[in-house]
């Protein structure tokens, strides 16, 4: 085994008494603190202090008086240039960004650079790109003229103001990063809560928009709990909140942003993805794209599959390949370039699969994989599951973890009968050389993504969100400029 050695960058990083990052500058703040623990080594790598309700207001603060005047005085033009130019600083850093990831997250580091930090600046620059593409319309109005006036209206498209971001553990910078490239290219400034469990790749971005030319008080990040977040939500001058995170939390912010004057609010919450394998699927062919979108990130992904339905004349053949392909996937440190499979990102987050896990076996539904691997870290097994009909906990609940279910089925209409026994509506997938069939079926299904021979990938010319408790809200595409913007309708009579 050999493992990337850690930048000297990246060391003093870790090092630092990290405070919030307010107004384009590191504050340090006396406050409570949470140590960061690598979860492949269980070791304290640095820590984070908790923020409070004063330091959520300096942040606010400093994001509306931002967005009253150094944002808004900065031309569409140049807020797509410095979004570039931030996305050059993350190629240039990609290396510190990504060991920053991989030391707090347990990510592997070749996803870590290659996923998590490139697609990061992927994302940032097809932001950068609408900057200068955000329009209204111009209308006729049909009020008759009796003096032979004339009207005419058009419609603007503003900034809503001060974002909140709050930000899951997963991909915390490439996240975070959606929530920053939607609100700057449409003239919104933002306040960035992200995971207590990784935070610091977020901080050091928020140092690189300074050197990017993105003016202080545009990007600040307030570091701590769910409480933290909970002042952040309820701050004044908070116009839109864009949350990343699970269902409960979900809806729960989401109900109170409604009762705080109607605050805007999108939702990316969890799921219980189904990849669905027709009877002509050739297995061969299909497993390693589907196994791959499975165990990414130890399946710690919310668009990955969590429930594979094979066809009856399949499941055999399936249960035989997959379980001889997981025990082939080499387990070790996600420093090492050659692991292929790192430990799951936090503690918590441990105890609930193992939780899962531990009732998979007590009810002999383990079909491979299904143990906790002894040691340090936080590593488990990527797991096979069978299980007890479709009510079946293991069924209905998300893990968030490497734990897939696989269940037979014979006929179409049963097939979306079990895909869509979930309050859940994320992702799905078709895996299928009939074409004609999975048209068929992509209506049906109920999920705000669906893919045909592939499952888990996403771009950012392609809308993504959820359908029913999987949220609400869409990222990607023209269709965030919706959720960033206010519609102001102009009528004149001449
Ligand atoms: P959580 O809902 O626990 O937390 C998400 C974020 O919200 C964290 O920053 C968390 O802070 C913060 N938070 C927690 N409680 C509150 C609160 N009461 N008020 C304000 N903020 C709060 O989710 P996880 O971080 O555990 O992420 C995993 C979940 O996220 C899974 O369900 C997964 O499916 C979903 N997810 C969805 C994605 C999507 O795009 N649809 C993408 C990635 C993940 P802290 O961590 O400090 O507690």
């Known amino acids: 085994m050999s493992e990337v050695q850690i930048l000297a960058s990246v060391e003093t990083f870790l090092q630092r008494q990290h405070g919030h990052f307010i107004h384009g500058q590191h504050l340090e703040v006396d406050r ?120 005419t209206a058009y419609s603007i498209r503003q900034p809503v103001g001060v974002v909140a971001g709050i930000v899951p553990w997963n991909f915390s910078l490439m996240i975070g990063c ?51 977040g909970q002042y952040l939500i309820n701050a004044n001058h908070i116009k839109k909140v864009s949350f990343t995170g699970s269902v409960p939390t979900g809806i729960a912010i989401g109900q109170q942003a409604m009762k705080n004057d109607l605050t805007r609010v999108s939702l990316e919450l969890g799921g219980k993805n189904a990849a669905a394998i027709l009877a002509d699927a050739n297995l061969d062919e299909i497993l390693p794209t589907l196994l791959q979108a499975t165990f990414v990130h130890q399946g710690q992904v919310c668009a990955a599959p969590e429930r594979f339905f094979v066809h009856q004349s399949k499941y055999d053949e399936f249960v035989e390949k997959v379980t001889g392909a997981i025990q082939q996937i080499k387990i070790g440190s996600p420093l090492d370039e050659s692991s292929m499979f790192g430990p799951l990102s936090n503690q918590p987050h441990f105890e609930k699969v193992k939780h899962y896990l531990d009732i998979a076996n007590q009810n002999d539904q383990v079909i491979c994989g299904g143990q906790v691997i002894q040691g340090t870290g936080y590593f488990v097994e990527p797991t ?68 045909v021979n592939m499952h888990t990938f996403l771009d950012p010319s392609v809308p993504f969100g959820g359908v029913k408790a999987s949220g609400l809200g869409r990222e990607f595409s023209d269709a965030f400029i919706e959720d960033y913007t206010e519609l102001k309708s102009v009528m004149i009579r001449y």
């Open 32 to 151: 409570r603190r949470i140590e960061l623990i690598n979860p492949a080594t269980e070791q304290v790598v640095s820590s984070i202090a908790v923020g409070n309700q004063q330091d959520v207001d300096a942040a606010v603060h400093s994001a509306h008086d931002a967005f009253l005047n150094a944002w808004a005085n900065t031309s569409s033009y140049e807020r797509g240039q410095k979004l570039n130019k931030l996305a050059d600083l993350v190629e240039q850093h990609a290396e510190e960004l990504a060991q920053l990831e991989t030391l707090t997250t347990g990510k592997l580091i070749h996803l870590a650079r290659h996923l998590e930090v490139a697609q990061t600046a992927v994302f940032l620059r097809y932001f950068a790109g609408w900057a200068t593409k955000i329009h209204g319309q111009t209308m006729q109005p049909s009020i008759p003229s009796m003096n032979g006036e004339k009207y």
């Open 178 to 228: 959606w929530k920053i490239g939607s609100a700057l290219t449409t003239g919104c400034t933002i306040v960035l809560k992200p995971s207590e469990f990784t935070t610091l790749s977020l901080l050091r971005l928020a140092e690189l928009a300074i050197e990017a030319g993105i003016p202080a008080g545009v990007i600040n990040v307030v570091t701590g709990t769910g409480e933290t």
């Open 384 to 451: 096979l599951l069978k299980v007890q009909g479709i009510d079946d906990p293991l069924f209905i609940e998300e893990t968030f973890g490497p734990v897939v279910d696989v269940i037979p089925f014979e006929s179409d209409d049963e097939l979306i009968r079990m895909m869509n026994h979930s309050r859940f509506g994320l992702t799905a997938s078709i895996w299928t050389n009939d074409l004609a069939k999975a048209l068929r079926l992509i209506p049906q299904i109920e999920a705000g993504s669906v893919w």
